[in-house]
């Protein structure tokens, strides 16, 4: 929930990097955390730079 609410505070997608410093977690932490939340997220390369990782929110349409 934390997660998801920090995604939505930034617009609706950020970096990985910026979404686990803010959390204060480890990148082990943080990996298993992104593995359970599969079906809420999406991760895609940054368009700029293809080895850093952009988290996006994914729609609630999508779902329907």
């Known amino acids: 929930d934390i997660l998801r609410a920090l995604i939505a505070a930034n ?3 950020m970096l990985a990097k910026d979404a686990r410093n803010k959390m204060h ?3 082990s932490a943080f990996s298993q955390l992104i593995a359970t939340m599969q ?6 390369p940054f ?3 293809k080895n850093q990782k952009v988290i996006a929110l994914k729609s609630c349409l999508a779902k329907q």
């Open 11 to 13: 617009g609706g997608k």
């Open 25 to 27: 977690l480890s990148r």
């Open 39 to 44: 079906d809420h997220i999406d991760i895609t």
């Open 47 to 49: 368009h700029l730079r």
